[in-house]
């Protein structure tokens, strides 16, 4: 096999090769975000598992996937990114094959944590080895391909997770992972050429690591947990704080360290800071209504978890078409109108959706889904080209770390502000439609709003009328969604201004590169010397 893939390569092609080995992993990563809810009734009923272990299935892998993005990109710029995204690769695939051999709920959630870090390592290795790959020119077409497998994944993981989990077991879920890592890391030891910063000092930044790594993770678990807690619980205000102190710990401590984990400079390029921006939205809007709609599609219009996956291809097939097309129009007229555009697009697909009912039809949801897919698809492929074009190439791991952080913490912020939404009316609607209910009895009846639990039990009035306030309810939540996405437009076109000029070290392989950004210590050891 190997000798077979050496002869299909040359330096011509050796970059698509590289690509076709990042898509690889990148489907792995987004695969898995997909299918993992899918199984979790069957992995209840095969572990025992409490409610609680199946939260924290979910939400430890999320914790350390979200943790250490920048960790991970940083550290493949300053050790090596294909070293690096390897060592990811196989945390990823030993994972899940430990995962599939789980005979208790705390190994299954051990290791799912293990794979978050796995993750956590690939993710940022993906984005700055293509980027490192290809020249500028190139870049938008081939992070639009990226862009693209990140969707088929997305499309095909409902529906893939649903056939295993039906006909084979929910260990064939992770299973199917170790082949698909192996047959990446073959590609990337042949294909993928070792690059570094050969700028920054080889030196690891621990309090950077430590006060970052302390305040996401707190930050991330008061989201996720916000609502089934409270928001104004002791817990999150606990979690929000040491979230608030860690941070500003982190953006102190960053400027004075030789060595830092994230050069905030990079923030002082429009194309940048307004690409992060986008991203936040996009994702705060996307993983948000992706999430209550599923919910909508299951318990009110009834459909199985399967045909709800299907129905949603639309907005993934549509991305995937759409994300390659914006990627190479990035290439040739810039990204701020396409982000733009797109956002305009995912805002109108919003404000679509408004209009649902208890008994919409999905005649009526598609034309929302694919002005959605359509949508996102032109933001994802010119967002992300224009935050790698904008920083030099030797940054280009904790460049993606930082664009991939974004991103996961703006889903987690859109998750829990649209649960919250619905929450607060869906309290106010039930003391209306429901006034003979007591008040305790109403909060437990909150609590169930688009919480996912059957409520079967309950009697036919009582659960219409909590189906006509969810309904209500993410009517309204979807108001507040497409107005930020409206707003993320408005920002696109003003932060972006016009196209920058491209780095000299971001066109060639051989360029000059740009001087690193230079730092208090810097300038003053050589004010010394003179």
Not at 306 to 318: E, I, K
């Amino acid at each position: 096999m190997t000798e077979r893939i050496r002869a299909k390569m040359n330096d011509g092609n050796r970059r698509w090769w590289a690509l076709g080995a990042m898509c690889f992993a990148l489907f792995m990563i987004m695969l898995d975000n997909t299918v993992v809810n899918v199984a979790l009734p069957s992995i209840q009923r095969s572990l025992h598992a409490t409610t609680s272990s199946l939260e924290w299935t979910v939400n430890a892998y999320t914790l350390t996937f979200a943790v250490l993005l920048v960790t991970g990109g940083r550290l493949g710029d300053l050790f090596g990114r294909r070293r690096m995204f390897l060592f990811g690769v196989s945390v990823f695939a030993f994972s899940s094959f430990m995962i599939a051999l789980s005979q208790s709920d705390s190994w299954l959630i051990a290791f799912r944590a293990l794979q978050g870090a796995g993750s956590g390592f690939m993710m940022p290795g993906t984005l700055s080895i293509i980027t490192n790959a290809f020249p500028a020119h190139e870049r938008g077409r081939a992070i639009g391909t990226w862009a693209g497998v990140s969707a088929m994944a997305l499309a095909i993981g409902p529906v893939l997770g649903g056939f295993l989990v039906q006909e084979v077991s929910w260990q064939s879920i992770f299973l199917l992972n170790v082949p698909v890592a192996a047959l990446a890391i073959v590609v990337t030891l042949f294909a993928v050429q070792e690059s570094r910063d050969e700028t920054a000092t080889r030196e690891v930044d621990v309090p950077g690591v430590a006060t970052l790594t302390v305040g996401l993770a707190a930050l991330v678990l008061a989201l996720v947990k916000s609502n089934a807690w409270g928001w104004g619980s002791a817990r999150v205000l606990v979690l929000f704080g040491v979230a608030l102190l860690a941070l500003a710990a982190f953006v102190a401590i960053e400027p004075r360290r030789i060595a830092p984990m994230v050069e905030f400079g990079f923030f002082r390029s429009r194309a940048f800071f307004s690409a992060n921006v986008v991203a936040f939205i996009v994702s705060f809007a996307m993983f948000a209504t992706f999430f209550s709609l599923a919910l909508y599609m299951q318990d009110i219009l009834h459909f199985t978890p399967l045909q709800t996956g299907v129905r949603f291809l639309p907005t993934t097939l549509c991305v995937m078409v759409s994300g390659p097309i914006a990627g190479r129009l990035a290439d040739r007229i810039g990204s701020r109108l396409l982000m733009t555009a797109g956002l305009i697009g995912v805002s109108a697909s919003m404000f679509w959706m408004t209009g649902i009912t208890t008994h919409s039809s999905y005649g009526f949801l598609v034309v929302a889904f694919i002005l959605q897919g359509l949508g996102i698809g032109f933001v994802m492929s010119p967002m992300s080209t224009a935050a790698m074009n904008a920083v030099d190439r030797t940054k280009a791991g904790v460049a993606s770390g930082i664009l991939s952080m974004t991103r996961m913490v703006g889903s987690t912020f859109g998750v829990a502000a649209l649960g919250a939404i619905i929450a607060t009316v869906g309290r106010d609607q039930l003391a209306t439609r429901l006034p003979h209910v007591g008040a305790g009895q109403r909060g437990k009846l909150v609590d169930l709003l688009g919480s996912g639990a059957s409520t079967s039990h309950l009697p036919g009035g009582v659960q219409g009328a909590l189906n006509e306030t969810y309904v209500y309810a993410l009517s309204k939540g979807l108001y507040a969604v497409g107005s930020l996405a409206l707003l993320g437009a408005l920002l696109a076109w003003v932060l972006m201004g016009r196209p920058a000029r491209t780095p000299a070290s971001a066109t060639s392989p051989g360029a000059e590169p740009v001087r690193p950004l230079e730092r208090p210590a810097e300038r003053a050891a050589e004010r010394a010397h003179a």
